[in-house]
């Protein structure tokens, strides 16, 4: 059987794993429990969950075709047994999938927005993550090497888990089409959140990189010809890795200088072009207040006193019948 398909699925269980550790830790530091609505928590991790199970599933299916030379469809059942029981792969796969399991119960029963919540899911997603070294290279390394190689994979994955959760959730909350003031100081605490965490991704990133470099190719990094697969493949991924840090670079010295200029500036003119800079277009705000009404019912009656906080906004209720308005 062609390795392809097994290739295939195994790079989609890296990304969706990933996924499904790095989104709800990106919940737990760069958002408080309050501005977590801001991001539909549950709608995705529910069908993150069930497509790494079922991914898990067909991976270890075609790996048993892989093995025992036969179709997906002619398993040996007494096989899958005996690997499942007896072997490293085996074992790695029932974990996995038991923490998705684990994790798609807890998505779908748990509040969604609570820190522990977040934090089971996380950590069950991360384990899941960390069994997918167990099926790689990181457990071929022997002698002294073994275990810094394994622990220096595992590190890998889980930084590279929490990048791509990270920039999945900036992109939805900057994003949007439209966006409140309250979402744009969502949008400048989850950046700046984002700023210290995504300096320590990128230096594990490098330094686990080196360390897995070194230790598949020893003292001849080049050893392998230039324009063998391992050497383009290689390419690719330091290619990708360049741009990840050219994005580290833009949201470090751009996004979130721009958003922080948006936010401090006054209502007006300049605010609106400070928004537009950050992608984020107003509601247009109250004639009279400058605010944005969250309540289309309410009315502004004479004698309303504005607070002096800034951009502070209080929002009068809904005045009973027979109150007089302004311009009635």
């Known amino acids: 059987m062609s390795e392809g398909p097994i290739i295939a699925v195994r790079f989609r269980l890296f990304a969706i794993e990933g996924l499904l550790f790095g989104v709800p830790l990106f919940g737990l530091y760069a958002l408080r429990a309050p ?16 497509c790494a199970a079922g991914l898990n599933i067909v991976g270890f299916a075609l790996l048993l075709a892989s093995m025992s030379g036969t179709s997906i469809d002619g398993l040996d059942l007494e096989l899958a047994r005996s690997i499942l029981l007896n072997t490293p792969v085996g074992w790695a796969f029932a974990l996995r999938l038991a923490a998705t399991m684990l994790a798609l119960c807890l998505a779908l029963l748990a509040p969604a ?5 977040m934090a089971g899911v996380a950590a069950l997603s991360g384990i899941a993550l960390a069994s997918l070294v167990l099926n790689g290279q990181g457990v071929a390394t022997e002698g002294a090497l073994a275990w810094p190689h394994l622990v220096s994979d595992i590190a890998h994955l889980m930084a590279a888990g929490a990048w791509i959760g990270a920039i999945a959730c900036l992109l939805f909350i900057v994003g949007r089409p439209t966006a409140s003031l309250f979402d744009l100081a969502v949008a400048q605490r989850s950046l700046n959140g984002f700023g210290i965490v995504g300096s320590i991704v990128v230096a594990l990133l490098i330094a686990t990189g080196m360390v897995n470099g070194l230790t598949v190719l020893g003292a001849q990094p080049f050893s392998p010809p230039f324009g063998s697969t391992y050497m383009v493949l290689m390419g690719g991924k330091l290619a990708l890795f360049s741009l990840m840090l050219a994005l580290a670079a833009l949201h470090r010295f751009r996004l979130v200088p721009a958003i922080e200029r948006a936010s401090g500036l006054e209502n007006g003119a300049g605010a609106d072009r400070g928004y537009h800079r950050c992608g984020v277009r107003r509601r247009s705000p109250d004639p009279w207040t400058g605010c944005v009404a969250r309540n289309p019912g309410a009315r502004l009656v004479t004698g309303f006193s504005a607070p002096s906080h800034g951009n502070a906004c209080h929002q009068a209720s809904p005045l009973p019948e027979g109150t007089p308005h302004v311009g009635s």
Do not use: K, M, Y
């Not at 501005?35 to 069930?50: N, T, Y």
């Not at 927005?113 to 919540?117: A, E, I, L, N, Y």
């Open 113 to 117: 927005r609570r820190t522990d919540t």
């Open 35 to 50: 501005q977590r609505g801001l991001i539909p928590f549950r709608a995705w991790l529910v069908p993150l969950s069930l």
